[in-house]
């Protein structure tokens, strides 16, 4: 009896080391690294080293680009990542993923239907839709990020908190009261200037006031007093 329990735990683990090997075979044959190739304007770094266009670029590759230069990767098939001006910016990439870090600056991503693709900064991550192709920007501010869709679908998870982004509309991510920062001059992103208070009241009230005389001594010079009339002698 103790030979046979032996012998089934035996079988059993036999089994669950061949069925896990059947399932980390079939996981790596899901995936596999590609290359990249890379267009650079300007001052453009990969990985601390100046870059030269139509250079092959490598999963885990770290892209700087310099005041007024920008570099594009291209994956094929898989998609591409325009990087801007002032950016810095970390990319993994294989046959069906793009996963990117964003430390610094504004990068444009598209990504292929099927492709799942990712783009993690220190206020967020946007997540791109993988059923079907997404265009979408990505830009770090002092207090901020800003995401705008540009075609497909994103979703910007920040903490537990997701907000779906649909092509042709955008949202922040962040503080953006945040001190120390300078304002950001996208529309409805700056936070709302106050007017209500005592001060804007004066100023109202002077306004007001200052019109009224104003047309108060117009009229009076245009006719407002008495017309004298002489008698004909």
Not at 126 to 148: K, P, R
Not at 166 to 191: D, E, V
């Amino acid at each position: 009896m103790l030979v046979k329990n032996c012998f089934r735990k035996l079988v059993a683990t036999f089994t669950a080391v061949a069925v896990l090997c059947v399932s980390t075979s079939f996981a790596l044959a899901g995936t596999k690294d590609i290359t990249g190739e890379i267009t650079v304007t300007g001052q453009v770094t990969v990985n601390g080293q100046t870059a030269v266009s139509n250079a092959t670029i490598i999963s885990g590759s770290t892209v700087v680009t310099g005041a007024g230069s920008s570099a594009v990767i291209s994956l094929g098939k898989i998609g591409r990542i325009e990087v801007l001006a002032d950016s810095d910016i970390t990319l993994n990439f294989s046959d069906i993923s793009i996963v990117a870090i964003l430390n610094a600056g504004k990068a444009k991503v598209a990504n292929a239907a099927g492709v799942a693709a990712t783009v993690t900064t220190k206020d967020t991550t946007v997540i791109a839709d993988a059923g079907q192709a997404d265009n979408f920007l990505v830009e770090v501010e002092c207090s901020h990020t800003h995401v705008d869709a540009v075609a497909g679908m994103v979703t910007m998870r920040e903490g537990t908190s997701d907000k779906q982004i649909a092509a042709g509309t955008s949202a922040s991510a962040g503080n953006l009261a945040q001190t120390g920062c300078k304002p950001c001059l996208r529309p409805n992103s700056a936070p709302p200037v106050p007017i209500g208070g005592w001060p804007w009241l004066l100023l109202i009230a002077a306004g007001v006031a200052g019109t009224a005389v104003f047309f108060g001594g117009n009229d009076n010079e245009s006719g407002g007093g008495t017309v004298i009339v002489s008698p004909t002698r």
